[in-house]
């Protein structure tokens, strides 16, 4: 192998490091059997102008490397004290800002509740930033380096020993109620060309609000919680769902159409098809083919299965 050869690996090398912080928690001879969880394929996350991280169409940063990013690139299963990498897992999925760094930044495999938190801060009277100025943006995680994300219960089972608060969460999260599909990726994490960003406002306008009463209800009476109300309308959803509903209607499948095509071509299949799951009702092949009659083009690159389906 020559000189040449062997300085354009290293660069590669180099470059794919400085895109990405994997979890190697295998790699520590504590953790050497935890087995990580199977990652779902496409994953949201929320950002208005108050959020700790920072997410824009290039990077997706943590608070750490938002502040220090010297100090950014260390994965928390390698260079930190197990008492501190649990200290840091516990103040970030407990939300204690200004209580330790946090290199972590959460993302949802729920749509529905991702969506229920956009509504959550736009009224939230501590923050209640403007729809023009919320964004929800979608990753396809098959285009990242194997262990960029990790599922929140794998740190939390690694590290619950250590640290109280993460015995409590982990009980809260298993009884099954109260988990909502939440990821992590750590440090600064490119995700140019693998995501796509669009406002809240924008979805509002093609029809968003209409999905579900609930959303109307809390964006025009300003009223609105968050993971409580998640868990009410997943129990409404399988209610209904048990007295044989009627079929989705049309307009409902031509709002997720429209607001799926905000997204763009890669994106607006799996878009659509999560929302038009957020409504009640069993699917009619007949309404299905005059909803996408005219979407002859709405298609989805396709991809190895190597991950469970998004939830609610």
């Known amino acids: 192998m020559s000189v ?4 354009e690996r290293l660069q590669a090398v180099t470059v794919t490091a400085s895109d990405c912080v994997p979890f190697h928690p295998t790699a520590t001879p ?11 394929r496409y994953l949201f996350r ?19 490397a938002v502040l220090t990013p010297e100090l950014s690139g260390d994965d928390i299963f390698q260079t930190r004290s197990d008492s501190e990498a649990a200290h840091s897992v516990a103040n970030h999925l407990n939300w204690r800002r200004g209580q330790g760094s946090s290199n972590l930044v959460s993302w949802t495999s729920s749509l529905l509740y991702a969506l229920q938190y956009v509504l959550y801060r736009h009224v939230d009277r501590r923050d209640g ?27 939390i089972e690694a590290f619950a020993a250590d640290h109280a608060a993460l015995q409590k969460l ?43 009463p609930e959303f109307e209800m809390a964006y025009y009476i300003k009223t609105c919680g968050w993971a409580k109300d998640v868990v009410e309308m997943r129990d409404s959803l399988y209610e209904q769902q ?3 509903p009627p079929s989705v209607r049309l307009e409902t499948f031509q709002s997720a159409i429209e607001i799926g095509q905000l997204f ?22 007949g309404i299905i083919k005059v909803a996408f009659r005219n979407q002859q083009d709405f298609t989805v690159r396709i991809r190895p299965v190597r991950s469970h389906p998004t939830s609610l």
């Open 46 to 64: 929320i950002s208005t102008p108050r959020s700790a991280c920072s997410i824009d169409d290039v990077w997706a940063k943590s608070a750490d």
């Open 170 to 212: 982990r009980d809260l999260r298993t009884g099954g109620e109260y988990y909502f599909g939440e990821y992590l990726s750590q440090g600064a994490l490119r995700i140019e060309g693998k995501c796509q960003i669009i406002s809240a406002e924008a979805m509002i306008g093609k029809g968003l609000l209409s999905l579900r």
């Open 242 to 244: 048990q007295q044989q």
């Open 4 to 7: 040449e050869d062997i300085t």
């Open 264 to 285: 763009g071509p890669h994106w607006r299949l799996p878009i659509a098809t999560n929302l038009v799951a957020l409504t009640p009702g069993h699917l009619d092949p």
């Open 30 to 40: 504590r953790w050497r059997d935890l087995q990580l969880s199977a990652i779902p």
């Open 129 to 155: 930033p403007d729809m023009a100025d919320i964004e929800i943006c979608v990753i396809d995680t098959t285009e990242f380096e194997p262990r960029v994300f990790i599922r929140d219960m794998d740190p």
